[in-house]
């Protein structure tokens, strides 16, 4: 069974730019969720979604949104990027929202903002 | 004051080894995860736990709700186990597990 793929792993973009990053669930998995990784911030949440509906958003600005599709492949976008906004960015899928599903993590994509 | 604490930050250990990695809380909780992050980024989940114990190989974790503590032990330590080791808490208490918050993460080195 092929696990939780994002995509790119790599991106450039420059101040003022938009982005947008992709991730594909293990078959079977309804829920994503997404997280922001700095040095100095660590992991941070961002959303949940399941079956197509965002479930809870983390305390990021408006600048950062995100979406599923009915396939339950999710994207996330960031608007004017920032500098700060450079980061490893993981997403992670499970079979359902509840805390007895297991969460499987992708390899993540890592933004510079220059 | 964090709601998560981990302790150490760091920890450099010989091979063969025991060694254990610490997690405070102070938020009411369903579940603890303890994660793995290998240097190039990707993140395993190793334990989900709400109580007592669990094992896997030579990895075991416990859990003292009442206490809000949990404990990551690592038996007989390998250069492979270096990484960095995570616990993560569901910010809504029975709720949604992917709303979590994150421990600063404990550097493990493993010296052969």
């Known amino acids: 069974k092929a696990g939780v793929t994002q995509t790119p792993r790599y991106l450039i973009k420059t101040r003022g730019q938009q982005v947008t990053l992709s991730c594909s669930p293990i078959s079977g998995h309804r829920s994503v969720s997404w997280y922001q990784q700095t040095p100095g911030q660590g992991l941070q949440f961002l959303f949940e979604?399941?079956?197509?509906?965002?479930?809870n958003k983390g305390n990021f600005p408006g600048r950062f949104s995100g979406r599923q599709f009915s396939n339950s492949r999710s994207e996330m976008n960031v608007s004017t990027l920032e500098l700060g906004d450079s980061a490893l960015y993981l997403c992670?899928?499970?079979?359902?929202?509840?805390?007895?599903?297991?969460?499987?993590f992708g390899n993540g994509t890592r933004l510079t903002v220059t | 004051k964090n709601e998560v604490e981990q302790s150490p930050q760091n920890l450099t250990a010989q091979e063969g080894e025991f060694i254990t990695i610490n997690c405070s809380y102070s938020?009411?909780?369903?579940?603890l995860h303890w994660l793995q992050q290998h240097p190039g980024g990707g993140i395993v989940s190793l334990f989900m736990?709400?109580?007592g114990k669990k094992k896997h190989g030579r990895l075991i974790a416990t859990i003292n709700i009442q206490e809000k503590h949990s404990s990551l032990h690592i038996t007989a330590s390998h250069p492979r186990d270096s990484a960095v080791y995570i616990c993560?808490?569901?910010?809504?208490?029975?709720?949604?597990?992917?709303?979590?918050?994150f421990g600063k993460g404990t550097k493990l080195s493993v010296k052969p």
């Open positions: 979604y399941f079956s197509e509906t965002q479930r």
């Open positions: 938020v009411g909780i369903s579940a």
């Open positions: 993560a808490l569901p910010m809504n208490y029975g709720g949604s597990q992917g709303n979590l918050i």
């Open positions: 736990l709400s109580s």
């Open positions: 992670a899928s499970a079979v359902s929202v509840g805390v007895e599903s297991p969460l499987h």
